[in-house]
């Protein structure tokens, strides 16, 4: 079993959309929890942190439920430019040395 | 804004030729990574080091070396270049903070590498 696991997808949805994406990871002692946002041919950036009460930044809300080992992210009123592949990360280490990757989901915002 | 700075961002090698792979980063990171990311597999992690000459083996580090001799600057180094070598290479910086344990890595540019 891996990891870190997220949706396949590609997932193509309209302009305007609400998109959820999911994650699972296996490794109860995970400390900390992100998503990152990776366009084609560049290297990932921090979307946002993900942490124990949820959050939200704009249209983007993360949540995390430590006791199912589960976390998402909602985009709302989806645009072009959130096309991109997303990524699930965990860190395992105690001193942020040891991040976890899924292998991320494809969305592509169509018009 | 961290900086992390990656050397090259496209190199070409031949079969058997010795590479080395910079990566330089601004803000005093005590944590430095190398990923490579292939189609399907997703990032893998090569090596990381925690300090100055130290290091541990990620989960793909056959053919793979390392050098950490200042804190700012973290080499990848293939000994002997192959194709199965052939890859987008990542390095990343984070930092340890005990009062913020949400602490992320912060990524380089890239450096896409093919072997022939």
């Known amino acids: 079993r891996k990891e870190v696991e997220q949706d396949p997808g590609p997932f193509n949805v309209p302009e305007g959309a609400t998109v959820a994406f999911n994650c699972t990871y296996s490794?109860?002692?995970?400390?900390?929890f992100f998503w990152y946002r990776q366009d084609c041919r560049k290297e990932p950036k921090l979307l946002m942190s993900?942490?124990?009460s949820g959050n939200e930044d704009g249209r983007f809300t993360a949540q995390l439920n430590r006791a199912s080992q589960y976390i998402s992210l909602l985009i709302r009123d989806s645009k072009l430019s959130d096309s991109a592949t997303y990524l699930c990360v965990v860190n395992i280490g105690n001193y942020g040395q040891n991040f976890v990757f899924g292998p991320g989901t494809r969305l592509s915002v169509l018009p | 804004d961290v900086k992390v700075t990656q050397s090259s961002r496209y190199l070409v090698k031949r079969t058997g030729e010795k590479v080395f792979l910079e990566c330089v980063q601004d803000m005093d990171h005590e944590n430095m990574f190398w990923y490579r990311q292939d189609p399907g597999l997703g990032l893998r992690l090569i090596y990381f080091s925690y300090d100055v000459k130290m290091k541990e083996k990620g989960d793909i580090p056959e053919g793979y070396s390392v050098s950490r001799e200042k804190k700012e600057r973290f080499s990848l180094i293939l000994e002997s270049a192959s194709t199965n070598q052939t890859s987008m290479y990542l390095c990343?910086?984070?930092?340890?903070?005990?009062?913020?344990?949400?602490?992320?890595?912060?990524f380089g540019q890239g450096t896409r590498l093919t072997v022939v």
């Open positions: 990343a910086s984070s930092s340890v903070l005990v009062d913020r344990p949400n602490t992320e890595a912060f």
């Open positions: 993900v942490y124990s």
């Open positions: 490794n109860s002692a995970s400390q900390s």
